[in-house]
């Protein structure tokens, strides 16, 4: 079983969560909530794998997870 690192992104209130995967450029997904949100990316996740298994594509590794900080100007 592979581990993701994800990006969840929270949209105006009313519209909920975009979550991104950067090892897998191009696998997005939303949700309403973030629980929404979160089960998405587990069945976009393994959708997209699925896909390019298919296509005998390679499928990406994780990438090292960047460190992220706020710079206040």
């Known amino acids: 079983m592979a581990k993701y690192t994800i990006i969840l992104e929270p949209n ?4 909920g969560y975009t979550i991104r995967v950067p090892a897998l450029p ?5 949700g309403r ?7 998405r990316a587990k ?19 994780e ?4 460190e992220m900080d706020t710079v206040t100007v």
């Open 63 to 66: 990438i090292t997870p960047v």
């Open 33 to 39: 909530t973030k629980k929404e949100a979160l089960a």
């Open 43 to 61: 069945e976009a996740i393994e959708g997209f794998i699925e896909g390019l298994e298919k296509a005998g594509e390679p499928v990406p590794e």
């Open 12 to 15: 105006d209130p009313q519209e």
């Open 26 to 30: 191009g696998c997005v997904t939303y």
